[in-house]
């Protein structure tokens, strides 16, 4: 089935130590978002690409970072972690040829824990 | 600004009972509208959409209701069963600009045997 696959499902970082999560999508979109979801609030767009375009959200800071290699991955480095970062980070990917209605679909999530 | 919101943080039902989540936006230029399902511990699962042209769609045991005039949303699940237990947010975009979905707060909807 196609789908949107993210890796590891859990993280556990120490405190300014670099990670890096990622995302994998088999439905071939031409865009691929991450989200930032702490608990019991809605997901918060961080910055998305269209295809090569990245596209940074004016409020996403410095420390957070991504790469898409290629059409099917895409990774959110987060450079130096701190403790406000803790959170589940969602990957999301639309096929961005029927706006507006292109549908965003979301992968399950990493959740990330920083000691 | 543009907000997304709803009305109510949760909401408790019996099953069996019909279910209402509603949502109200502000962003009049808001042309697509989109339910999503969270449950606990997983990504948000697309449930059902409505344009800005229609006022109500129909599904599988969920219906989505546009009202226009007032800016609101609805989500309603007939014959409501424990698998429906999970957070609902609603996400609205529009035609300007790439696809940028703003969420509503989220409803939690709790069903009790």
């Known amino acids: 089935d196609a789908m949107v696959i993210q890796n590891p499902r859990y993280q556990v970082t120490q405190f300014g130590k670099p990670v890096t999560l990622s995302c994998s999508q088999t439905l071939n979109h031409n865009v691929m978002y991450w989200y930032q979801q702490k608990s019991s609030q809605a997901p918060k767009l961080l910055f998305h690409y269209y295809d090569k375009d990245f596209n940074n959200e004016a409020d996403t800071p410095d420390n957070f970072q991504s790469r898409r290699p290629n059409t099917s991955f895409c990774f959110l480095d987060i450079r130096s972690p701190g403790l406000g970062d803790a959170a589940m980070y969602l990957c999301?990917?639309?096929?961005?040829?029927?706006?507006?209605?292109?549908?965003?679909?979301f992968g399950p999530g990493t959740r990330l824990t920083v000691l | 600004g543009e907000s997304v919101g709803l009305h109510l943080p949760t909401l408790s039902v019996q099953e069996g009972d019909n279910s209402i989540i509603n949502c109200a936006y502000s962003n009049s230029a808001s042309d697509y509208f989109i339910w999503y399902k969270q449950e606990s511990g997983k990504g948000p699962q697309f449930i059902i959409d409505?344009?800005?042209?229609?006022d109500k769609r129909q599904g599988q045991r969920v219906t989505v209701l546009l009202n226009k005039t007032v800016k609101h949303l609805s989500l309603q699940i007939a014959a409501t069963q424990p698998g429906d237990s999970a957070v609902y947010f609603c996400?609205?975009?529009?035609?300007?600009?790439?696809?940028?979905?703003?969420f509503g707060a989220g409803t939690r909807l709790a069903v009790h045997p």
């Open positions: 409505i344009r800005s042209n229609m």
């Open positions: 999301a990917t639309s096929s961005g040829r029927t706006a507006p209605t292109d549908t965003q679909y």
């Open positions: 996400a609205e975009t529009h035609s300007g600009g790439y696809n940028k979905l703003i």
